[in-house]
């Protein structure tokens, strides 16, 4: 049986109850009271707590009755019914039928209870083996939300994580949503005043500044011919210093060659001589031996390592190998 939420007798104004909230809240709260809905406000301010109140009897006793009066003085209540009130069923269920508990158990109940469990309400939650079912009677409950005087919000199995008995939570939390939604227009209508406003001052700001841009602009055109100066003399000086180190390079091979030549002899000579930085490359072909050829080269002054790249070849027709030598140029080599 379904239970459609209600709202259960009147709430009467009174003092604020202490465990509702912040005491800046219950300011405001008493500040609008009987001058402005407090709905108007509620969406400017934090999320209210929730009141809730434990039921351990039934029918309700004169001690339970002022607590849900005081709970309910200031909003919607939970009613959390204490476990005891319920009887509670264990019910064994097959693999199969824990994949649709929900199912499974509604067809127990209806098989295993009287009158096909016509007038029972009942909430289960899941065990190892199948469902702990918590049954109580309607009449119950309907003669529960008959007795309190406060607008029911929820009405829960205390400490049973079980969906509600009743659930007007799309009731009593409505104007608090509504606010909610209806805070991110206002501040966008806000924002767009200021933007509004803010737009209206540039636009004077426009004014000045256009001025000021004209004679930035005067003052930019003689800086870039000044800068095109300083440019052009700049790049004469490049160009004179680019030619100082070509000719720098040129010196360094001419004695590097000299040394070369004079240290390799007949049976060695050079087919490729490149020098780029402190690198130089040499390859070209020999007679005699790649170890006599690098013994010749690492004694001179301006090597500081000779390393082959590569393997050695040896050509078919003259027998003369072939080769690629990395060599390093210590400082102020060759110079």
Known sequence: ???????????????????????????????TDGVIPAFLLRAGLPPRAVR???????????PARAALLMAGRRGAVDLRLAPELFLRRGLALPGVGRRDLGGAVAIQMR??????????????VPVADGADVFILKEARLTE????????????????????????????????????????PVAALALLLLVVGVQGWRLAGLNAALAEETARVATLRDSAA?????????????TARMADLAR?????????????????LGDEVWISSFALEGEQLRLSGFAEVEIGQVIAAIRPLPWVARVDLDGAV???????????LLNVAVADGGGE
């Open 247 to 263: 000719l720098a390079r040129d010196n360094r091979r001419l004695p590097m060659l000299a040394d070369l030549t004079r240290v």
């Open 144 to 183: 529960l939300l008959r007795e309190v005087e406060v607008t029911v919000r929820r009405v829960m199995i205390d400490g049973v994580d079980a969906p509600p008995l009743i659930d007007a939570r799309a009731q009593t939390d409505a104007p608090e949503r509504f606010w909610n939604r209806a805070a």
């Open 52 to 62: 809730s109140v434990r039921i351990d009897t039934l029918p309700l006793t004169d």
């Open 1 to 31: 049986m379904n239970f459609w939420p209600v709202r259960c007798g009147r709430v009467r104004s009174g003092d604020r109850v202490g465990q509702a909230g912040a005491p800046w809240q219950g300011l405001a709260e008493r500040m």
């Open 313 to 323: 070849t040896v050509q078919d027709d003259s027998g003369a190998r072939r080769f």
């Open 225 to 237: 011919a000044a800068r095109a100066e300083a440019e052009a003399r700049n790049a004469i000086g």
């Open 111 to 124: 098989q295993s209870m009287p009158g096909q469990a016509e007038g029972l309400v009942w909430r289960h």
